[in-house]
């Protein structure tokens, strides 16, 4: 069974950075598909950031250039360094994991697995 505990959440004023984390259990980051969504009041969960097993990245048009999405394996680690924030980046950050070496898309319903989420603040 996949466990993904999500931390580092928190606030910041506009232009800082954070960096979240996702602790998951062991061999998932080596064998599926990683990403993450977000979720502000009222809107749709997002897709922010995925990462294939062989590493390939995507980034959602509304965070590329800012956000970078890592991992280390050794760690059973997830990471999502995000910097140039703004206040429409506040929300609840999910990790997740579809249980494939590739990552096709950012589409929430296509992801086994989930965290409980952290939360990010940005103000003005």
């Known amino acids: 069974q996949v466990q993904l505990v999500e931390s580092g959440g928190g606030s910041v004023q506009a232009g800082g950075s954070l960096r979240l984390s996702c602790a998951a259990s062991?061999?998932?980051?080596?064998?599926?598909?990683m990403a993450w969504f977000r979720q502000a009041p009222g809107k749709e969960r997002e897709g922010v950031a995925t990462?294939?097993?062989?590493?390939?990245?995507t980034y959602g048009d509304s965070v590329k250039g800012r956000f970078t999405i890592s991992k280390d394996s050794a760690k059973n680690t997830l990471y999502l360094q995000m910097n140039s924030l703004k206040p429409e980046d506040s929300a609840m950050y999910y990790c997740?994991?579809?249980?494939?070496?590739?990552?096709?898309?950012?589409?929430?319903?296509?992801?086994?697995?989930w965290g409980q989420g952290t939360q990010v603040t940005v103000s003005s």
């Open positions: 997740a994991a579809r249980a494939t070496w590739w990552c096709t898309g950012r589409v929430a319903g296509d992801y086994n697995y």
């Open positions: 062991s061999y998932t980051l080596t064998s599926h598909c």
């Open positions: 990462i294939s097993t062989n590493n390939m990245e």
